[in-house]
C-alpha cells in the first residue's frame, strides 16, 4: 500500500540523508513530498552535491493529507525549528502516533516539539545530551525503534538500517 510521506527540508539538508531514504522509499512505491517555507525555492545540500526543488509549501499542506514524515539531517532541521509551523507539523505527526523517521540531527525537531519525552532515540553525538535533556531514552545504536512511530538513526553510516526499518512500519 502506498504512503504519502512529508519531508521537511531546507538548506544544508545532510546530502544522503535525504537522497538515499527517498530513493528506496520511491522504489518501494511511496510518494514523497519536500515541505519547506514556499513551492518552487531550491535547496542545497551541506555537501553541495544535491539541490532539491521543494514541492510544497508549509503554509499549503494539512498534515492530515500525509502517512508519515521524514527529517533528514545536518543543519535543515536547526533551521526548521525556529519556525513554528514546522514544530506544530512535527507534533501532529508524534500526537497522531503516524511514523516519523529521523536520522542524525532531525530529532532536533522533536525536541523542540516538545515530544521525546518518555521515548527512546537516538541522533547524532553533538545532541545526544539534547535528546537527555528533551527526557528521552537515549541509545547510541545504529537505528532505535520507538512505539512502532519513531525510527531514529545517528548519522549516514546508519542508512541502511534506518531505511529499513522504515520501511517495515510504512509496511504495517
Same mark, same amino acid.
Do not use: W
Given at each position: 500500500?502506498?504512503?504519502?510521506?512529508?519531508?521537511?527540508?531546507? &538548506?544544508?539538508?545532510?546530502? $544522503?540523508?535525504?537522497?538515499?531514504?527517498?530513493?528506496?522509499? %520511491?522504489?518501494?512505491?511511496?510518494?514523497? $513530498?519536500?515541505?519547506?517555507?514556499?513551492?518552487? /525555492?531550491? !535547496? !542545497?545540500?551541506? #555537501?553541495?552535491?544535491?539541490?532539491?526543488?521543494?514541492?510544497?509549501?508549509?503554509?499549503? $499542506? %494539512?498534515? @492530515?493529507?500525509?502517512?508519515?514524515?521524514?527529517?533528514?539531517?545536518?543543519?535543515?532541521?536547526?533551521? =526548521?525549528?525556529?519556525?513554528?509551523?514546522?514544530?506544530?507539523?512535527?507534533?501532529?505527526?508524534?500526537?497522531?502516533? @503516524?511514523? !516519523?523517521?529521523?536520522?542524525?540531527?532531525?530529532?532536533?525537531?522533536?525536541?523542540?516539539?516538545?515530544?521525546?519525552?518518555?521515548?527512546?532515540?537516538?541522533?547524532?553525538?553533538?545532541?545526544?545530551?539534547?535528546? %537527555?535533556?528533551?527526557?528521552?531514552?537515549?541509545? &547510541?545504536?545504529? !537505528?532505535?525503534?520507538?512505539?512502532? #512511530?519513531?525510527?531514529?538513526?545517528?548519522?549516514?553510516?546508519?542508512?541502511?538500517?534506518? $531505511?529499513? @526499518?522504515?520501511?517495515? =512500519? =510504512?509496511? /504495517?
Amino acid at each position: 500500500m502506498t504512503k504519502k510521506i512529508a519531508c521537511v527540508i531546507t &538548506d544544508l539538508f545532510e546530502d $544522503v540523508e535525504y537522497t538515499k531514504p527517498v530513493k528506496e522509499f %520511491k522504489e518501494a512505491g511511496h510518494e514523497v $513530498v519536500t515541505i519547506e517555507k514556499e513551492a518552487g /525555492k531550491k !535547496v !542545497v545540500g551541506k #555537501q553541495g552535491k544535491d539541490e532539491v526543488t521543494i514541492d510544497r509549501g508549509i503554509d499549503d $499542506v %494539512k498534515p @492530515k493529507e500525509f502517512d508519515a514524515l521524514l527529517i533528514p539531517g545536518g543543519f535543515s532541521p536547526d533551521q =526548521l525549528r525556529a519556525d513554528q509551523r514546522f514544530v506544530d507539523l512535527a507534533r501532529h505527526f508524534m500526537d497522531e502516533n @503516524k511514523p !516519523v523517521f529521523a536520522i542524525c540531527h532531525g530529532p532536533q525537531l522533536l525536541i523542540t516539539a516538545n515530544r521525546l519525552e518518555g521515548r527512546v532515540a537516538t541522533g547524532f553525538t553533538s545532541i545526544a545530551e539534547d535528546i %537527555k535533556y528533551a527526557k528521552a531514552d537515549f541509545r &547510541d545504536e545504529e !537505528v532505535v525503534v520507538c512505539g512502532d #512511530q519513531l525510527v531514529t538513526s545517528r548519522n549516514p553510516d546508519d542508512i541502511p538500517a534506518f $531505511v529499513d @526499518k522504515s520501511l517495515q =512500519l =510504512l509496511a /504495517k
